[in-house]
């Protein structure tokens, strides 16, 4: 008997499924009415499965997995791709007569929660279970480039502020980038970019370093398309990827400084500075999503807590970022990667 773990990315629900050689009492009343198990003369051999392709470049928005199988019956089965060897996994549960691109549809994601990232050149297995047989079907499929995040600019509609290997020279001395400035190279990510940010606080301080992007007077920030982010910041979401170790002795954050009201630039000291806290205290590679209209403003008076407490994301001119430790002469590190807005709601991976 074999036990699988499925969580949406959203994390309204966490299923236990049991699959196999179902031949133990009470698996129907685990799995709940709905499942259905396969008659008893069952073979995949039987059944023609037919992929999409055996090959996929991901970096193509248009590039999707998917497969065709007739069961002739309703039963319920699972689908399970996963990385030969980055060990990243996607999987997709079914009570079907029939598989297709309506319901196994794949762009190169990974299930939630995170611990590695599908990479690019490694092989594919393919595995599809049935309820109520031990036959199981295998294939094997190839990605000749693994998904990049930020070229789906059809669905992230935000600004994109992806920490890659070119720009590591615009931040401090304490930001590294790529998998050469890595002590850990074997840290899970995608498409071989991140951000290490590591250093110790001065004896009398907590603060370790900082990087920015924009400019007090702008312009503000923009979607990828060019245009404005959305006024309505009940409608704009800043998601960010963070590897977590489990130490919570480093905090790191984001204070998106914004041109309140009639204001052609923002100011520090008479403008909002929207605030973000994020404490690394989980373990492995986590996607972290937060409602604009939900962050706090910041309460230091001369750091943009002076403003009119009015969200205004449409008029965004500087993120600012810091790393800082929980107490002076403290050690910090954090590493994150892919920082973006989406609009009307989170990022969704399961819908690649």
Same mark, same amino acid.
């Given at each position: 008997?074999?036990?699988?773990?499925?969580?949406?990315v959203?994390?309204?629900s966490?299923i236990?499924?049991?699959?196999?050689?179902?031949?133990?009492?009470?698996?129907e009343?685990?799995?709940?009415?709905?499942? /259905?198990?396969v008659?008893?003369?069952?073979?995949?051999?039987?059944?023609e499965?037919?992929?999409a392709?055996?090959?996929f470049?991901?970096?193509?928005i248009?590039t999707a997995?998917?497969?065709?199988?007739?069961f002739g019956?309703?039963?319920t089965s699972?689908?399970?791709?996963?990385?030969?060897?980055?060990?990243?996994?996607k999987?997709?549960v079914?009570?079907a +007569?029939?598989l297709?691109?309506?319901?196994?549809?794949? /762009?190169?994601?990974?299930?939630?929660?995170?611990?590695t990232?599908f990479?690019?050149?490694?092989?594919?297995?393919?595995?599809?279970?049935?309820?109520?047989t031990?036959?199981?079907y295998?294939?094997t499929i190839?990605i000749?480039k693994?998904?990049?995040?930020?070229?789906i600019?059809?669905d992230m509609?935000?600004?994109n502020?992806?920490f890659?290997p070119?720009?590591?020279?615009t931040?401090?001395?304490?930001?590294?980038?790529?998998?050469?400035?890595?002590?850990?190279s074997?840290?899970?990510k995608?498409?071989?970019?991140?951000?290490v940010m590591e250093?110790?606080?001065? +004896?009398?301080s907590v603060?370790?370093?900082g990087?920015?992007?924009?400019?007090?007077?702008g312009?503000?920030i923009?979607?990828m398309?060019?245009?404005?982010?959305?006024?309505?910041p +009940?409608q704009?979401?800043?998601?960010?990827?963070?590897?977590g170790?489990?130490?919570?002795d +480093?905090?790191l954050?984001?204070?998106?400084?914004e041109?309140?009201g009639d204001?052609?630039?923002?100011?520090?000291k008479?403008?909002?500075?929207?605030?973000? /806290?994020?404490?690394?205290?989980h373990k492995?590679?986590?996607l972290?999503?937060?409602?604009?209209?939900?962050?706090?403003f910041?309460?230091?008076?001369?750091?943009?807590?002076?403003?009119?407490?009015?969200?205004?994301p449409?008029?965004?001119?500087?993120i600012?970022?810091a790393?800082q430790?929980?107490?002076?002469?403290?050690?910090a590190k954090?590493?994150?990667?892919?920082?973006?807005?989406?609009?009307?709601?989170?990022?969704?991976?399961?819908?690649y």
């Amino acid at each position: 008997m074999k036990t699988k773990m499925l969580n949406n990315v959203l994390g309204y629900s966490l299923i236990s499924l049991l699959l196999g050689a179902l031949g133990c009492s009470g698996e129907e009343e685990i799995l709940g009415t709905g499942v /259905k198990p396969v008659s008893s003369d069952f073979k995949w051999e039987n059944h023609e499965v037919q992929l999409a392709a055996k090959s996929f470049d991901f970096t193509d928005i248009s590039t999707a997995f998917h497969l065709d199988v007739d069961f002739g019956e309703e039963i319920t089965s699972v689908l399970t791709i996963e990385g030969l060897e980055s060990k990243a996994q996607k999987q997709f549960v079914n009570t079907a +007569s029939q598989l297709t691109s309506s319901n196994t549809t794949w /762009k190169g994601g990974q299930d939630e929660p995170v611990s590695t990232f599908f990479k690019e050149g490694e092989k594919v297995v393919v595995k599809l279970e049935a309820y109520g047989t031990s036959d199981v079907y295998y294939d094997t499929i190839v990605i000749e480039k693994a998904q990049a995040f930020a070229d789906i600019s059809t669905d992230m509609k935000g600004a994109n502020l992806n920490f890659d290997p070119g720009s590591a020279s615009t931040f401090t001395w304490w930001i590294k980038a790529g998998v050469g400035d890595l002590e850990d190279s074997s840290l899970p990510k995608i498409d071989d970019q991140y951000l290490v940010m590591e250093g110790t606080a001065p +004896s009398n301080s907590v603060y370790v370093g900082g990087a920015s992007y924009g400019g007090w007077n702008g312009p503000y920030i923009k979607q990828m398309n060019g245009d404005p982010l959305s006024s309505d910041p +009940s409608q704009l979401y800043f998601n960010i990827y963070v590897y977590g170790t489990g130490d919570t002795d +480093s905090e790191l954050y984001f204070n998106f400084y914004e041109a309140d009201g009639d204001h052609v630039g923002s100011n520090a000291k008479t403008d909002d500075a929207v605030q973000l /806290k994020i404490v690394p205290s989980h373990k492995g590679w986590k996607l972290l999503s937060y409602k604009y209209s939900d962050l706090p403003f910041s309460t230091y008076a001369p750091g943009g807590g002076s403003g009119n407490k009015i969200h205004e994301p449409h008029k965004i001119a500087l993120i600012d970022i810091a790393l800082q430790a929980t107490s002076q002469g403290g050690s910090a590190k954090v590493v994150v990667d892919y920082p973006f807005f989406t609009i009307n709601q989170p990022f969704d991976p399961s819908r690649y």
